[in-house]
């Protein structure tokens, strides 16, 4: 499967974005979906999951109550609405998936296919 993310920007704290990350091929519902960001300086971190059927999400502490993530299969396309926003949300954002473990663990080795990212800035 290919990824495709879109929809950074440069926002205001307290703003909002919306990330969509678009699959190619037939068999997105096979995919459990991730999103993991990466700052200037750090290592890549998990901010959230959702199963291949779209239950079960999952999200890491310091994104939750903000970031909702959602997936549209008839679409082919994985999404993040993230409100609220901090300037430590700044990050490169990636889409990722997996057809194995559906989703069931965070760290980045466990997801096998990965978007090209897209930058999200948070001014304060």
């Known amino acids: 499967v290919q990824l495709q993310a879109s929809g950074g920007g440069l926002v205001k704290a307290g703003g909002s974005l919306r990330l969509s990350c678009a699959a190619s091929?037939?068999?997105?519902?096979?995919?459990?979906m991730a999103w993991f960001r990466q700052a200037p300086r750090k290592e890549r971190e998990f901010v959230a999951s959702?199963?291949?059927?779209?239950?079960?999400?999952d999200y890491e502490d310091s994104v939750k109550g903000r970031f909702t993530i959602s997936r549209d299969n008839a679409k082919n396309t994985v999404y993040l609405q993230m409100n609220s926003l901090k300037p430590e949300d700044t990050a490169v954002y990636y889409c990722?998936?997996?057809?194995?473990?559906?989703?069931?663990?965070?760290?980045?080795?466990?997801?096998?296919?990965w978007g090209q990212g897209t930058q999200v800035t948070v001014s304060s």
């Open positions: 990722a998936a997996e057809s194995i473990l559906d989703g069931r663990y965070r760290p980045s080795t466990f997801w096998d296919y």
């Open positions: 091929g037939r068999t997105f519902s096979s995919y459990a």
């Open positions: 959702i199963d291949r059927s779209g239950g079960n999400p």
